[in-house]
């Protein structure tokens, strides 16, 4: 029966083998939950300022983790929001007085 048995395992690292990513994962995912809030809740830029806060957290766990994937997608995600960034800078000291 013992052979029939799942263990339920994650390949990911843990909080004492690699604390460094375990924190930084928690809490990039954390600030993402929170741009989500701001999102819905129409704060703009901030929205966009926790969103490219997070995104940047999870690019630095994905090249710890040497995630190919997770590295192009959040790398795409950093440069949207760098360029939304950007814009809305750009925006703001053209209309300032």
């Not at 690292?13 to 809740?41: C, G, H």
């Not at 940047?56 to 983790?65: D, H, M, P, R």
């Not at 995600?77 to 000291?93: H, P, Q, S, Y």
Request: aromatic fraction near 14%; proline fraction near 3%.
């Amino acid at each position: 029966m013992e052979e029939h048995q799942n263990y339920s395992t994650t390949s990911t690292p843990n909080r004492v083998d690699d604390a460094l990513s375990w924190w930084l994962k928690w809490i990039s995912s954390i600030v993402l939950i929170f741009a989500m809030i701001a999102t819905t809740n129409d704060l703009y830029p901030w929205n966009m300022f926790l969103q490219c806060v997070g995104v940047l957290g999870w690019l630095w766990v994905s090249i710890l983790w040497n995630d190919r994937a997770l590295i192009i997608v959040n790398a795409v995600a950093v440069a949207i929001f760098l360029n939304g960034i950007v814009i809305w800078t750009m925006e703001t000291l053209e209309y300032a007085p």
